[in-house]
C-alpha cells in the first residue's frame, strides 16, 4: 500500500500509537491520533505529536470524531468494545493494528514470540543468543520497542525478534514470522476475552501466514491444530518433544545441547524458555556451541523472582510479573524453601480456586491484597490460612509476621495491578524499595 496523501487516524496516544503515527507521517501520510483520555503528561505528548506535523484529538471529542479516513491504526492496548473503536466501527473504519502496520514495511526475516507467561524472557534470550552468535537482531513489539519504531533502524540488523501479544494478532492479516514460538496457553485475559477460546483463537493466528518453508517451536504440551510450517516441539516435562529435560540437561531428539547449570536460569519456566531458544536456533542453522554463548550469558529483567532483599533470616522474591496464574503457579514451583506468600490484585476474571491446593501444599500462609483479596481467600479458606491486607505495607508486615527465619516471602501476585499501581514494574518497584528500606 502506498501512505502518501492517505487520510489517516490512530487509535490511542500511549508507546505504539505514537510509533505508529509516526511511521505513517515519514511514509506522507494525513496522521491524526485519537485518545479518549486527557491529562497533563498526554497533553505534552499530543503537543510534541502536533509539532511533527500529526493531529491530536483528546478526551470526549475523540469518542465523536466523525471525518472519514482511508486507514485507521487501533493500539494493542485498546479493547475493541470502548466508546473511541466502537465510533470509528460504526463507520466502517478499515481497522488494522500496529503489528500489522509494520510488517507491511519489514525486509527483515522475523522471529515471532507468542504465549501466556515467557514471551519477555524468551525473546530477549532470541536477541541476545542471535548477537552472540554473530547475527545481528533487535528485540521490539511488546517488549517495549514497538514494531513500528524498531522498523526505523531495520537496515542496521539481519532479524527482528518481536514479543507478540494476543491483543496484537486481533489484528493482522499479512503477518508471517519466519519463525513462530509457540510458549504456553493458561486462562489470562478473561476480562476482555469471552472465554479461554477465543483467547486462544486469537494467539493462533500467530501460524496463520506461515508456509512450509517456515517453523513453527511449539510447547508439546498445547495440542494445537496441525501447522503448515515445520514443526518443533519442546517440553520440560515427561512426554515426547524434540526437546526435552534429563536432569540439569536440555536434550534435543536424545542428545544433550546444554546444561543448565552453567546458564542463570532456574525454574522449569525457565527450562521451557531455554528450550524455545533453542528451537529458534535450530530452525535458523545456529550451531549449539554458538546458540550456548548468549543463553550461558543472559539474565533475568527484574520483577521475574528477583531475590531483592534478607530481613532476620527471611528471603523476600519479587515477582511482580506474575500476572496471571500460571506465573504464580510455576513461582512456587520453584521454591526449595517454606513459603510466605503475598498475592493478590485486581479482578481479570479468571478463578482463583484451581491453584488452592497447590497454595495449600506449597505455601504455609499466604497474605492477600487487592480488589480481588476476600474472593481469593473465600477460594483458599479450605487449604491455608490467609491474611488480608489494605496495602503493600501491611503485606509485608503480616508476612513477616508468619515467617520464620530460612523461610521466603514471595510476592507473587498471580494477576494485574492496575487496581492498585500504575502496572507490575510499579508495583515490583515499590515491593523492592520498602524491602530493601526494612532490610537497613
Known amino acids: 500500500m502506498k501512505f502518501a496523501a492517505l487520510t489517516t487516524a490512530v487509535l490511542g496516544l500511549g508507546t505504539s500509537g505514537e510509533a505508529a503515527a509516526k ?20 497533553r505534552e505528548r499530543a503537543a510534541k505529536m502536533q509539532a511533527l506535523g500529526i493531529g491530536t484529538v483528546l478526551g470526549p471529542k475523540a469518542e465523536q470524531a466523525s471525518d472519514r479516513f482511508d486507514l485507521t491504526v487501533i493500539s494493542p492496548g485498546i479493547d475493541p468494545e470502548v466508546p473511541l473503536v466502537k465510533n470509528f466501527i460504526r463507520q ?15 525486509s527483515k526475516p522475523i522471529i515471532a514470540i507468542t504465549g501466556t507467561n515467557g514471551k519477555t524472557t524468551t525473546t530477549q534470550l532470541v536477541e541476545l543468543m542471535l548477537k552472540r552468535a554473530g547475527i545481528s537482531a533487535i528485540a521490539c513489539g511488546n517488549i517495549g520497542m514497538p514494531f513500528c519504531e524498531a522498523i526505523a533502524q531495520q537496515n542496521d540488523f539481519e532479524f527482528f525478534a518481536v514479543e507478540v501479544s494476543s491483543f496484537q494478532l486481533e489484528t493482522i492479516s499479512r503477518f508471517r514470522p519466519k519463525v513462530a ?56 516435562y515427561p512426554g515426547r518433544a524434540d526437546f526435552s529435560a534429563s536432569g540439569n540437561a536440555i536434550l534435543f531428539r536424545g542428545e544433550p545441547v546444554l546444561d543448565v547449570t552453567q546458564t542463570n536460569l532456574t525454574g522449569v519456566h525457565n527450562l521451557e524458555n531455554l528450550m524455545a531458544a533453542l ?9 549449539w556451541e554458538k546458540a550456548s554463548i548468549g543463553l550461558k550469558e543472559y539474565r533475568l529483567l527484574p520483577h521475574r ?11 523476600f522474591i519479587n515477582d511482580s510479573k506474575a500476572t496471571n496464574l500460571d506465573a504464580l503457579v510455576k513461582a512456587l514451583e520453584s521454591q526449595s524453601r ?3 506468600l503475598i498475592a493478590g490484585g485486581k479482578d481479570k476474571g479468571f478463578p482463583f480456586d484451581t491453584v488452592a491446593k ?8 499466604a497474605v492477600l491484597i487487592g480488589e480481588m483479596a476476600e474472593r481469593i481467600r473465600r477460594s483458599w479458606a479450605a487449604e491455608i490460612d490467609c491474611s488480608l491486607a489494605n496495602g503493600l505495607d501491611e503485606a509485608i508486615s503480616l508476612a513477616r509476621r508468619n515467617a520464620r527465619p530460612g523461610d521466603t516471602v514471595l510476592f507473587s501476585p498471580g494477576t494485574s495491578s492496575f487496581d492498585m499501581f500504575k502496572n507490575y514494574s510499579d508495583r515490583g518497584n515499590q515491593f523492592r524499595q520498602r524491602v530493601q528500606e526494612l532490610a537497613k
Not at 497447590?358 to 500462609?365: D, E, M, P, Q
Request: a negative charge.
Open 305 to 315: 523472582c528477583e531475590v531483592v532483599g534478607q530481613i532476620d533470616g527471611v528471603t
Open 358 to 365: 497447590l497454595v495449600g501444599a506449597r505455601a504455609k500462609h
Open 23 to 42: 511511521l505513517l507521517r515519514r511514509e506522507g501520510a494525513n496522521v491524526t491520533v485519537f485518545d479518549s483520555a486527557d491529562f497533563p503528561a498526554l
Open 92 to 106: 466502517n473504519a478499515r481497522l488494522t493494528g500496529e503489528l500489522e502496520l509494520a510488517f507491511q514495511f519489514c
Open 181 to 236: 514460538v509457540w510458549l504456553n496457553l493458561t486462562p489470562d485475559h478473561l476480562d476482555r476475552y469471552r472465554d479461554v477460546w477465543e483467547y486462544r483463537q486469537a494467539k493462533l493466528r500467530i501460524f496463520e501466514q506461515q508456509r512450509a518453508d517456515d517453523f513453527a517451536v511449539i510447547n508439546a504440551r498445547d495440542d494445537l491444530p496441525k501447522l503448515l510450517a515445520d514443526t518443533i516441539s519442546f517440553s520440560a
Open 279 to 287: 528451537g529458534v536456533a535450530w530452525a535458523l542453522g545456529i550451531p
Open 338 to 340: 517454606p513459603v510466605v
